[in-house]
């Protein structure tokens, strides 16, 4: 089956500092990948849709000037999280579909910890 | 968009079969169903997919009746290890877009 990388897998950062997750399809191309949040014990929240070589859609409440998406090859997207807060702290999953587009498969997800 | 409600929760003995239903009343004729694990602290996995009648893979069935409004996981046989979390998910097959993950079912299986 498809795989999907995420890097990196736990992030421990200071307050007001930039942390950085890259999302990969290994063995597909992915025009389009998505990017998730999840806090304990609820479900996933879809954060943005990112398709190669544009801009990212982000959904309502979610601050672009902070979660900056970047989804600059088939098989590359990241997610920088700026000047991160505590309550920032969360876990991240992205996801990819390739052709056709109608699963989409996960990362192992980025636990990020701002301190 | 297609909104899915399922149990919150579902207890089973190992060895059942357990079925998990999911509606998902306003589904659109471009989108399928799709079935998904999570262990905690892992990203979902994907379990199953389809869009009308019966699919059966190595780990599941699903089953769809004509209308589309609902659909039904069955794992066979579950073991201590699908203790997990279960989200149905209506995802649109021309943009792989799917909003609205839903809560879930947590699966407990005990011994």
């Known amino acids: 089956g498809a795989v999907v990388s995420q890097h990196p897998s736990w992030v421990i950062c200071k307050s007001g500092t930039s942390v950085k997750i890259e999302c990969r399809s290994l063995?597909?191309?992915?025009?389009?990948m998505f990017w998730y949040r999840q806090f304990p014990k609820q479900s996933l929240m879809l954060m943005a849709t990112?398709?190669?070589?544009?801009?990212?859609?982000?959904e309502q409440g979610v601050e672009k000037d902070k979660f900056l998406i970047n989804h600059a090859s088939l098989t590359l997207s990241t997610l920088t999280v700026t000047s991160a807060h505590p309550e920032d702290s969360s876990f991240y999953i992205c996801?990819?579909?390739?052709?056709?587009?109608?699963?989409?498969?996960f990362g192992a997800g980025t636990r990020l910890s701002v301190l | 968009l297609a909104k899915t409600t399922q149990p919150i929760s579902m207890d089973s003995y190992e060895g059942q079969e357990v079925n998990i239903t999911c509606s998902h009343n306003?589904?659109?004729?471009?989108?399928?169903i799709t079935w998904y694990q999570q262990f905690p602290s892992q990203g979902p996995r994907f379990i199953i997919q389809?869009?009308?009648t019966k699919v059966t893979n190595e780990v599941a069935s699903l089953f769809i009746p004509a209308d589309r409004k609902s659909s039904t996981l069955s794992l066979p046989r579950v073991s201590l290890s699908d203790t997990a979390v279960y989200y149905c998910?209506?995802?649109?097959?021309?943009?792989?877009?799917?909003?609205?993950f839903g809560k879930g079912t947590s699966l407990l299986v005990t011994p």
């Open positions: 990112s398709n190669e070589g544009s801009k990212a859609t982000y």
């Open positions: 996801s990819a579909v390739g052709t056709p587009k109608n699963i989409q498969y």
């Open positions: 389809g869009y009308k």
């Open positions: 998910l209506v995802v649109n097959s021309n943009s792989g877009y799917a909003l609205n």
């Open positions: 063995d597909f191309q992915a025009t389009t």
């Open positions: 306003n589904i659109a004729t471009n989108d399928y």
